[in-house]
Structure formats: structure tokens, C-alpha cells
């Protein structure tokens, strides 16, 4: 396979194929992110991409799921894309879900109608940082768009039939904001409504916009009791039909996995009791961004 630069892929992804049909990040301004810092957005040459299927054709026989990296590849035109599905379905006839990266800029250029094209054509599941539902840390933190936006993107998709799932950033606004963003983020998913909700727990990495405002003050990063406090309202605050909310990422000081709505209350006990001192929890030494 051609893989340029570094590969991202959600946790859910671990065991897909990974089909790179874009480099970096078409936005690549957010504070907090250095995922693509040194690579420069572009979109791969069909002849590439439809090289790599023939490559998994060949090579990836038993992996029934493949995602579309990088960045934001649901930005790739619409006539691309399809053709890029259609080879998939045609080539590997075993991969029976289909995902891919999709930001607020990514979902605007499509109409509904493509994203419903899509979705039939085989693309079933997208992925959306959020990160806050907060518009002040959502400004800072230059995410590009508003909780407006984000909520009306989001239903845009959901619309078209495919699964969304959205990651939110625990600790992102800060101690100051803490429990407002907490607030807001639960308002803007319970407004989309996705099927998943994969929660993060902040690190700052060096080199980051956001680790330069740490160092001189201007942002504090709420320690380990109020990103569980945060967790907690947010999760509070989140009302889904149908959902799940995990924050058992790498980076999570606390493992939850909780189905929405029936799982709430006792989410919220657990949640209750760590703060209480009565669960352990991760140590820093051990989280991973
Ligand atoms: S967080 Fe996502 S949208 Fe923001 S710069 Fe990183 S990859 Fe791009």
C-alpha cells in the first residue's frame, strides 16, 4: 500500500483496511492537534488509490472492514469518491463496512443527495471531532466552525442514512470553562443525535499552539478530578435516542462505556464514585493521546 506521511484512524478502526486516499488535514488549524502538522493536504492520484484496492485484493482477503484516511477524505469530489467505492464493492467483495473522516467543511460541499449516493454506494459510517459545544472554546481553540454549524452538518449527515460517530474533547476549554463546555457539548450532541460519542481526555503536546498557551499561563489544564467532573456533566447533559458514549480511550482516566439512555444513571454513580475516591484510576504515566 502507498502511505504517505502519518496514518490516523479511529480505535474502531484497528482492524480495517486502510485505504489512504488523502494527506494531512484540509483545516489543519486546530490548537490542540499536531496530527498532520507536517504534511500538506492533497488528494491521492486515482491511479494510486485504485493501485492500493488491487494491492488489498490481493493481500487483505479476510479483513471485512476498510477505512478512508486521512484528514477529512470525504472532501475527495464526488465523482472520485464514487468511483473509489464502486472499485472497493467490485475488488473486495468480503468488506462490509466503510468508513471515513468527514469535518463540517467536508459535509457543506456535498448535498444531500450526494451524501445519500454515497451512503448507497456503500459508505457507511462517519467520523466528526466535535470536541466542544462550547462557541467561546470552539473560537480558541480555531476549530473552524460553531456549534450552529457543527449541529446543523451533523444532521446533515444523519439524514443521508450513514452512522455518525463524533469525538469530544474532555478538558479542551480549560479549567475555566470546564463545566460550561461540558454543558454545551452535551446540548450540541443531544441536538445531532449520532449513534456513537468516543470522549478524549486532553494531552497537551509540545509543539502545539495550544501547549504554547500552557506555557505562558494563558491556559490551564483542569487536573485529573475535574476532567472526570467534566465527564460527568457532559454526559449529564447528553440525551440520545439510541447511542453510545465511551470515553475508554488510551487517554481516559476513567474507562466508560455507556448505552444511552438506559446506561445514564449509573454511568453518572460510577462517575460519582471515582471522584469519591472509591475507584482507581489511570495513572498519567499510562495514558496516551
Ligand atoms: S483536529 Fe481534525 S480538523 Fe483539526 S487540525 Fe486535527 S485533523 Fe484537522
Known amino acids: 500500500m502507498d502511505y504517505q506521511g502519518n496514518i490516523f484512524r479511529p480505535p474502531s478502526e484497528a482492524k480495517s483496511i486502510l485505504l489512504q486516499v488523502t494527506t494531512g488535514c484540509s483545516h489543519n488549524k486546530c490548537t490542540f492537534c499536531d496530527m498532520y502538522k507536517g504534511s500538506r493536504f492533497s ?8 493501485a492500493d484496492i488491487d494491492f488489498a485484493e490481493q493481500n487483505c482477503k ?3 472492514r476498510l477505512f478512508i484516511c486521512d484528514g477529512d477524505a470525504l472532501i475527495v469530489p464526488q ?6 467505492l464502486g472499485k472497493i464493492r467490485q475488488k ?6 466503510i468508513g471515513i473522516y468527514a469535518n463540517t467543511k467536508s459535509i457543506a460541499m456535498k448535498s444531500e443527495q450526494e451524501l445519500q449516493e454515497l451512503h448507497q454506494a456503500g459508505l457507511d459510517i462517519a467520523y466528526m471531532g466535535v470536541e466542544s459545544g462550547d462557541d ?15 449541529i446543523e ?15 469530544v474533547l474532555i478538558g479542551v476549554a480549560g479549567r475555566e470553562r470546564s463545566q460550561i463546555h461540558a454543558r454545551e457539548t452535551g446540548r450540541v450532541l443531544t441536538a445531532i443525535d449520532p449513534k456513537y460519542v468516543g470522549g478524549l481526555s486532553l494531552m497537551l503536546n509540545p509543539g502545539t499552539p495550544l501547549y504554547e498557551e500552557y506555557e505562558r499561563g494563558e491556559f490551564q489544564l483542569p487536573d485529573t478530578l475535574e476532567m472526570l467532573a467534566e465527564l460527568q456533566t457532559m454526559i449529564e447533559h447528553t440525551e440520545l435516542t439510541d ?6 480511550h488510551a487517554s481516559n482516566y476513567l474507562p466508560v462505556k455507556a448505552r444511552l439512555p438506559e446506561q445514564k444513571a449509573e454511568t453518572i454513580r460510577l462517575i460519582d464514585r471515582a471522584l469519591n475516591g472509591e475507584i482507581s484510576l489511570k495513572p498519567d504515566y499510562l495514558r496516551a493521546f
Open 62 to 64: 479476510w479483513q471485512e
Open 136 to 150: 467561546v472554546t470552539l473560537e480558541r481553540i480555531r476549530k473552524g466552525s460553531d456549534s450552529k454549524r457543527l
Open 79 to 84: 465523482k472520485r469518491l464514487l468511483n473509489i
Open 43 to 50: 488528494i491521492k492520484s486515482d491511479e494510486t488509490i485504485m
Open 153 to 167: 452538518m451533523g444532521q446533515k449527515l444523519t439524514a443521508s442514512g450513514m452512522t455518525l460517530s463524533l469525538t
Open 92 to 97: 473486495l467483495p468480503r468488506v462490509n463496512r
Open 243 to 248: 447511542g453510545y458514549f465511551h470515553a475508554n
